[in-house]
């Protein structure tokens, strides 16, 4: 099981020395540097609660400056911070994107709901304050969860199947000052391997990585936003504020 959001405060301050300084050239896929696309503007780009690597490789491979943080180490080689995120939010980020962990909060688990409300309430703590971080641009994914009716509805629905992986699996996104994702590759399938995967100690992990596609999309389409414009206004309606 994902170690609880509610002990992140234990974990004390991460290290701030392996926050890489703005970079001007990016890796590519294999290895080295590249030069940035001409008249492309790069942003500093923090990846919230992912220890894949996954989406933090696809910003890299656009030539953005991305971290990934979470309490587990990363799974590939790559800037990474093990640590509480929260205490990096003022870091002076153009970007964040963020996957808080959903134990306690996706619908699929409803029939628990009742017996841990002080998890919840924690979860829902923490996903309020990666969306009140002073960053200008910030996308927020879960699968379906009560994150829609206990803070704000969600701006965006995705399947795999929309970016090419033969597969369907709800993907929630709540964002900011950001335009939702477009579509890059529909194909047949709508085969829900997630929710067939057997049980195992890394069933979590299997499921809550990010497929290539959508990351692919995140860094593509978000990473030019601060050159096409933002997406629509972002209204914040989170109660008890």
């Not at 929260?86 to 134990?103: F, G, I, K, Q, S």
């Not at 699996?169 to 085969?191: N, Q």
């Amino acid at each position: 099981m994902r170690p609880n959001v509610a002990s992140e405060k234990s974990v004390g301050r991460p290290n701030r020395e392996l926050v890489p300084p703005t970079m001007s050239w990016a890796r590519g896929k294999n290895g080295g540097t590249r030069a940035p696309y001409k008249g492309q503007i790069y942003m500093r780009v923090l990846i919230a609660c992912e220890f894949s690597g996954v989406v933090r490789d696809a910003f890299i491979e656009k030539g953005h400056d991305a971290v990934s943080c979470d309490l587990l180490p990363s799974e590939s080689p790559g800037p990474h911070i093990v640590g509480d995120v929260r205490e990096l939010l003022d870091n002076r980020w153009d970007l964040m994107v963020a996957h808080p962990p959903c134990t306690h909060l996706a619908v699929s688990g409803a029939r628990w709901f009742s017996e841990k409300a002080a998890e919840q309430a924690a979860a829902l703590d923490f996903v309020r304050c990666l969306m009140l971080a002073p960053i200008p641009r910030i996308a927020i994914e879960n699968p379906v969860s009560i994150i829609s009716s206990k803070l704000r509805k969600t701006d965006q629905v995705v399947h795999p199947w929309q970016f090419g992986h033969g597969e369907t699996k709800a993907t929630c996104l709540w964002l900011k000052s950001l335009p939702p994702l477009i579509p890059t590759d529909l194909v047949a399938g709508r085969f829900p391997r997630s929710h067939r995967l057997p049980p195992s100690p890394d069933r979590w992990k299997i499921r809550s990585r990010t497929y290539s596609g959508i990351a692919e999309a995140m860094a593509e389409q978000w990473g030019r936003s601060m050159e096409i414009g933002t997406g629509a206004p972002y209204q914040l309606r989170l109660s008890g504020l």
